[in-house]
């Protein structure tokens, strides 16, 4: 009897720490693509505010609208 309950602790055991190892798994996951949809929008921004863009480097002329 002894053998069996020693047995179901191990294999318990293995289970905690099979779900403890997913669990990190999910968090590392998730912050990586939390940090690249970061990254990406911040790029997004800087593409906006680059008139260098614009024309791919050549000098272009570029008429703004203002309405005010």
């Known amino acids: 009897m ?10 318990d055991s293995k289970k905690a720490h099979r779900r403890q190892n ?7 996951t998730s912050v990586l693509i939390l940090l690249s949809a970061v990254w990406l929008w911040n790029e997004s921004l800087e593409e906006d505010n680059d008139l260098s863009a614009i024309g791919q480097g050549e000098n272009v002329v570029v008429q703004i609208h203002d309405p005010n």
């Open 22 to 28: 997913v669990r990190w798994l999910v968090t590392i």
């Open 2 to 11: 002894c053998m069996s309950k020693h047995h179901k602790q191990k294999k």
